[in-house]
């Protein structure tokens, strides 16, 4: 089952500027992790933020969790054609360590 | 996180016959693996979580006697489209929980496309 629901939907940014994309979940979870996905491609993991961390930051990634609100955003700085693609937060918990992926925001940079 | 080879990344068959996908594990040891399916546009839904020398374990509305899971070592889990039909034809992905690292690794994917 999905439980994340992501937005927005999509989202069309020029080279240089910011991009924030934000997921809100149902249940309890154990971390919350956000993955990239290039057109007709696998995943590839960005970055976890744990249920006791607040933020997170990679690179040009930074990642805020709400565990009151059940939320989480995830933003690009300084954004690149090259980031554009498809992104996913996914959720953790105890259960079998199943992941359980939101709908995702489709992102484009535009040179 | 571990490396995951997915195999093939695309194949077409048709109504009727089957179809095996392969997801291996190159560098790490997968008791467990995951197989989801993704349509266009769409998130990733799980379908069945692949045990080691077990049963695998399916979600709610995923039929088991049609999505055939078979994870007889460490390093390789299989899936089979039984008797496909236009419907099954989606983008299949397995992964793997790598060791001490809380990400997944995925595998490349493969493109189903039953006519």
């Known amino acids: 089952s999905q439980q994340g629901e992501e937005d927005p939907q999509a989202l069309s940014i020029q080279e240089g500027e910011n991009a924030t994309m934000n997921c809100s979940y149902k249940t309890s979870i154990n971390n919350l992790q956000w993955y990239r996905q290039n057109s007709g491609r696998g995943l590839v993991h960005l970055i976890l933020?744990?249920?006791?961390?607040r933020e997170k930051h990679s690179g040009r990634l930074r990642v805020t969790l709400d565990t009151s609100k059940k939320s989480s955003s995830l933003l690009i700085t300084a954004s690149r054609a090259a980031d554009t693609a498809s992104y996913f937060c996914a959720t953790g918990n105890n259960q079998g360590g199943k992941l359980i992926f939101g709908q995702g925001t489709e992102l484009s940079v535009k040179p | 996180g571990a490396v995951v080879s997915q195999h093939p990344s695309r194949v077409i068959c048709k109504s009727g016959t089957s179809v095996k996908i392969e997801c291996r594990s190159l560098?790490?040891?997968?008791?467990?693996m995951f197989w989801y399916r993704q349509f266009p546009k769409k998130s990733l839904m799980l379908m069945a979580t692949s045990n080691e020398g077990s049963k695998a374990t399916y979600e709610q509305g995923v039929e088991k006697d049609k999505f055939l899971i078979n994870h007889a070592s460490l390093t390789l889990s299989t899936l089979t489209v039984t008797s496909a039909h236009p419907e099954d034809s989606s983008f299949y992905i397995c992964?793997?929980?790598?060791?001490?690292?809380?990400?997944?690794?995925f595998g490349s994917g493969t493109r189903l496309t039953v006519v």
């Open positions: 560098d790490f040891q997968a008791t467990t």
């Open positions: 933020i744990r249920s006791n961390e």
């Open positions: 992964s793997v929980r790598g060791g001490s690292f809380y990400g997944y690794t």
